[in-house]
């Protein structure tokens, strides 16, 4: 399988470059499963707010809880030249793993004076990241708060404002980690998580703290060669005992987002749920079976894309595929501040 075989043409004006003025006012492309009959159709168009009507009493909503932290940076090296740093993680204390934007790469114990105050020592590298230490006057965690820039994705041509602070970041953001948003989980607003629970739908949580690499292309197109980055993942004993008694009781497990797809698949042991902390490089595309969820609810994702494949992977790419073509044709907004679809597994498992 090829990366080229993930390749789509998307109309520049269709990536979002803003959140709309209310979450849940996004769209929802709801993809049921494919038949034989109906392989390029039965979508249906509706509004993110109508998602109560789309769930049952029982249902379980899992959600990734992990909290964007303003992870970029800039400064200047002590020999001179300026230097953009994004963190990719928080390794404790004051250490940090990141990307540095540089002319020429700093050698260990290289200083880079920090603009907000303050000073960076870089300790090592580890391929593209570099290890670094902070010299700041309060917890890094902290400091990086009043310090640091929210770190946009790379499609949104511009500078990050104030409305981002809270609008790239989920009403459940708990867990400090990430550098990019689990941006499914974007659209839901209190009033419809209130809906939601009205309903009868359940919630649950895992938390993946999504890295820069999220970012980076395939730079392979024969995609057995691919490295996929890695994330730090926690699936909780709590989690499980949910998702047996959704199941147990008839009711589907509905994961918000390709993260908690990762998360949960990363969790598994010989078929069962297990609970899992620790990193993952689970790379899911067409061929492989995903069996912890029953339903996903996803942002359009970027063309040749890990996340484009693993959305293939669970409803079976020409299905995928028929519904990005309805989309551009209906002017759906993409990715990240884009709308979202409501995508089911192929009962056939279709992976061409």
Known sequence: MKKSDFHYDLPPELIAQAPLPERSASRLLVVPPATEEVA??????????????????????????T????????????SGGRVEILIERLLGGAEVRAQLGVSKSPKPGARILLDAGGEAEVLGRD?????????????L???LLKAGR???PPYIQREAGHDDDTRYQTVFAREVGAVAAPTAGLHFDQPLLDALKARGVQ???????VGAGTFQPVRVDELDQHVMHSEWLNVGAGLIEQIQRTRAAGGRVIAVGTTVVRALESAMRDGHLQPY???TRLFILPGYRIRSVDALITNFHLPESTLLMLVSAFSGK?????????AIAQRYRFFSYGDAMLLFPSPTEDAR
Not at 67 to 78: E, F, M, N, S
Not at 127 to 139: K, N, Q
């Open 40 to 65: 390029d159709r039965g979508f249906e168009d509706r509004v993110f707010h109508e998602l109560p009507e789309l769930l049952a009493p029982g249902d379980l909503l899992v959600f990734n809880d």
């Open 203 to 209: 919630f649950g949580h895992v938390t993946l703290h």
């Open 127 to 139: 391929g593209e990241f570099y290890r670094l230490r902070f010299e700041v006057p309060e917890s």
């Open 141 to 143: 965690e902290k400091w």
């Open 277 to 279: 902390a620790g990193e």
């Open 150 to 152: 929210l770190p946009l």
């Open 67 to 78: 909290r964007v932290i303003p992870a970029r940076l800039y400064g200047q090296k002590t």
């Open 318 to 326: 020409a299905r995928v595929f028929a519904a990005y073509d309805h």
